[in-house]
């Protein structure tokens, strides 16, 4: 680990020379502060195939999050949302960016500096919106600082991820750690 300014900083988990403003697909995973469940409480029996029976009971900022996550081409044009899933204490969603200027964008990549039009101008978007309206409407909720990503690579890659997210509430109650209600 590096320091910075006379404090750790952690080394970075982004994929080295990766524009993520490309045309790509992104597995990414948001979490609240302190794994905090904000969002609601998975709903669901262990006596019956949970994988089909579980669900997130929203809160007023679950549903928030929902509403604001399909709402993300509104603001990003070029972001085709895939797969995605509340859960009480983090969301994770497959997004695709979809650029028709593909041609300018190899000849003047993302660089390092003001960032927009990239996944972290997304996520940061998205993050705030959600911020905003529960501090507006004075809901106590706090995100945890960072965000994890991942460059889907492969046909396969895609595959397994979409079916980990739509399995998401259905592990929750297998996992046996987590709190369920009927």
Request: glycine share 6%.
């Amino acid at each position: 680990m590096e320091k910075y300014k006379n404090k750790y900083r952690s080394d970075t988990t982004r994929l080295k020379n990766h524009d993520y403003g490309s045309d790509n697909w992104y597995f990414v995973t948001l979490c609240t502060h302190d794994r905090e469940h904000y969002f609601g409480r998975i709903v669901g029996t262990q006596n019956f195939a949970p994988l089909q029976c579980a669900s997130l009971q929203p809160t007023p900022i679950g549903k928030t999050a929902h509403q604001y996550w399909m709402e993300i081409p509104n603001h990003f044009p070029f972001v085709v949302l895939d797969e995605f899933v509340i859960m009480p204490d983090h969301i994770h969603g497959l997004i695709y960016f979809n650029k028709p200027d593909h041609a300018y964008r190899i000849q003047h990549p993302n660089q390092f500096g003001p960032q927009s039009q990239n996944l972290a101008s997304v996520i940061r978007g998205y993050k705030a919106g959600v911020k905003k309206y529960a501090t507006i409407n004075n809901i106590s909720f706090t995100w945890q600082s960072r965000y994890h990503d991942r460059v889907v690579r492969t046909s396969r890659e895609l595959k397994t991820i979409r079916s980990y997210v739509q399995n998401n509430p259905g592990n929750w109650i297998k996992d046996g750690k987590n709190q369920i209600f009927a």
